[in-house]
């Protein structure tokens, strides 16, 4: 790779040691190509586009089959190289790694950009009805029906681990009505907490598509394609 960008012979052993020290290779660098893990074969794809210390970088889902390490390991380099002001255009389907990596987001729907901003202002789109998070110390589908009942207007929905958000209306209205309702059935609250809207909400409320559905399309287009 190097001698395919052009650097000079005398410069290549040194960029090639450094390379492999900031992606944590080094201690392979003996190893074939085709003894590396997965992440590790990634990394050094990555590595070997940075040898001719590129302004520009262009990375394609790069964390697409990684596991939860390597991923997490990606992202910390790709971080690093951020920092270090190399100009990175990444594409994901994982919008928890674009609002990780990324300063700023262009939301894409069959080829046409629909929105590009920051993650933040991004998310403020979908800031038009408050989020509050319940948790008590036992829940049944009879506390959904309930709430349901006493908050028509709003949208009551259960999570896991007797966990419930309630989407919409004023907070300390909201508040109320549920610890009256808690009272009144012995429950206990364990906590309370307002959640700020994530990308995928963004994303959602933008498009009216769900992340989901579109990278199960893709893949589906993938295997057609293969």
């Given at each position: 790779m190097a001698q395919l960008y052009g650097i000079?012979?005398?410069?290549?052993?040194?960029?090639?040691?450094?390379?492999?020290?900031?992606?944590?290779?080094?201690?392979?660098?003996?190893?074939?190509?085709?003894?590396?893990?997965?992440?590790?074969?990634?990394?050094?794809?990555?590595?070997?586009?940075?040898?001719?210390?590129?302004?520009?970088l262009f990375l394609d889902e790069p964390t697409v089959g990684l596991d939860v390490v390597a991923a997490r390991s990606l992202h910390n380099l790709i971080d690093k190289l951020r920092h270090q002001g190399i100009t990175i255009f990444l594409t994901t389907h994982y919008l928890e790694e674009a609002d990780l990596l990324c300063d700023r987001i262009a939301?894409?729907?069959?080829?046409?950009?629909?929105?590009?901003?920051?993650?933040?202002?991004l998310k403020t789109i979908a800031e038009e009805e408050s989020v509050i998070e319940f948790s008590f110390n036992r829940m049944t589908s009879k506390v959904v029906e309930g709430l349901s009942e006493r908050l028509p207007e709003l949208?009551?929905?259960?999570?896991?681990?007797?966990?419930?958000?309630?989407?919409?209306?004023?907070?300390?209205?909201?508040?109320?009505?549920v610890l009256k309702y808690a009272k009144e059935r012995g429950i206990e609250i364990d906590a309370v907490k307002s959640i700020k809207p994530s990308l995928e909400d963004a994303f959602i409320k933008i498009t009216g598509l769900s992340?989901?559905?579109?990278?199960?399309?893709?893949?589906?287009?993938?295997?057609?394609?293969a």
């Open positions: 000079p012979r005398n410069q290549r052993k040194t960029r090639v040691e450094e390379l492999l020290k900031t992606f944590g290779l080094y201690e392979r660098k003996d190893y074939l190509f085709g003894t590396f893990s997965r992440g590790m074969k990634r990394a050094l794809t990555i590595a070997a586009a940075l040898m001719h210390s590129p302004k520009l939301i894409l729907v069959k080829g046409r950009i629909v929105k590009i901003d920051t993650p933040e202002a949208k009551v929905v259960p999570f896991a681990h007797n966990r419930m958000r309630i989407y919409g209306g004023i907070p300390a209205h909201v508040f109320r009505i992340p989901n559905i579109m990278m199960i399309e893709k893949e589906g287009r993938r295997q057609n394609v």
